[in-house]
Each structure stands twice: as C-alpha cells, then as structure tokens.
C-alpha cells in the first residue's frame, strides 16, 4: 500500500493551478497503486504556527523537562514529523509567491527541522533523518521561471531542494504548471503541465 501526504499551501482552493497539479500526481499513483491512501495537509487553512522562542524552547528541551507551555508548544512539530515519517511519498503543493514560497509553507518547514530527529550532525557534517521518502514538488506560476530570463527569480525549487535534501530527501521530482498569466496561454499551460504527469513513469 503506498501512503501518499498531500501538502497544501494554497489560498485559491478549487481555483488553485498548484492543487489541481498535486491532484493530477496523485491521480496518476493511484492508477499504478490503486490502493495508496492519501492524507492532505491543508497548511493554508489550518497554518502552523510562525515560530516563537518557546517553540525552540520545546525542540531543545529533552521531554521529560516539558513544561505545559512546551507540550502545547511542540505539538504541531511532533504531528507534522510524524507524518512525514509514516507516509512513502510526499506531494508539496507550491504556489508562486513573490519569487518564492508562501509563508505558511516556510511555516511548515520550520516545524519539520529538528536537530536529533529529521536531522543530526555526524563528525561536524549534516545527516538528514528523513530518508526512504519520494517527494514531488508540484509547483504553479503566472510567469515562467525553469526556463529563460527570469529563472534567477525563482527562489521557490532551489530552496525546498536544499531544505528537504538537508533532512534526507533526496528523491525529488518537479512538475511545473507555468504561465498562466500570459495572455491565451491559460489553457495550453494547464494542458502541458498534466500533459508532463500523465507521460512520467510513476
């Protein structure tokens, strides 16, 4: 049974190009594992907290110290971890904001890096923890940034790249749904991008 976790960070809901892509995958698993189950993540509905001194307070405190502050502080941490570790594959949904990813997604991120669990440090060099996963960014713009002048704009892939490889997610697959903003160019986007999902080997 292959478990698939949905991450949804985007506030357009059923007019959201970056949903629509992240379905698209998900419906092309499910032709090759029928019996996969998906758990969704709506980071836009429900944000995890931006993080404050007591949520570090509770990453570095070993448990038995908790204080209640602290157990309610780490909570989020704790289920987002755990969900990552429970699931085989992960789809992040990425709407382009400003260059860049939305703010409740670096929330999410935030909660999910924790030295001694998602990752270490062996003899002074990084281990990411998080390993054994596939991940497939599904990532939505008006403008396009894989290919031409504005590709040094796009701070969105090379950060979860760097971020998600750091905690040992290495396996990691982009599918783009591009342009949309472009006159007459809405429909031939969409079709281009399920068009890339529906031909790769899943």
Avoid at 140 to 149: E, Q
Avoid at 161 to 187: A, C, K, Q
Wanted: hydrophobic share 40%; net charge negative; proline share 5%.
């Amino acid at each position: 049974m292959m478990k698939i976790l949905n991450i949804v960070s985007s506030i357009k809901g059923d007019a959201s190009f970056s949903i629509k892509l992240s379905d698209a995958i998900i419906e092309s698993i499910k032709k090759e594992h029928p019996e996969s189950v998906v758990t969704i993540r709506n980071v836009a509905q429900n944000p995890f907290p931006y993080l404050e001194e007591v949520h570090f307070q509770s990453f570095f405190t070993p448990a038995e110290n908790h204080t209640p502050e602290h157990k309610e502080a780490i909570k989020h941490s704790n289920t987002a971890i755990a969900e990552i570790f429970d699931n085989d594959v992960i789809i992040i949904g990425v709407p382009f904001y400003n260059f860049g990813i939305p703010s409740t997604l670096k929330s999410w991120i935030d909660h999910i890096c924790r030295k001694g669990i998602t990752f270490n440090y062996d003899g002074g060099a990084p281990n990411g923890l998080v390993t054994g996963k596939k991940v497939f960014l599904a990532i939505a713009s008006g403008g396009i940034y894989s290919d031409g002048p504005m590709v040094g704009y796009d701070h969105a892939e090379p950060y979860l790249r760097s971020v998600l490889g750091f905690l040992g997610m290495t396996d990691i697959t982009t599918f783009r749904l591009e342009g949309v903003n472009y006159p007459d160019n809405t429909d031939a986007a969409v079709s281009k991008a399920l068009g890339t999902v529906e031909e790769f080997a899943f």
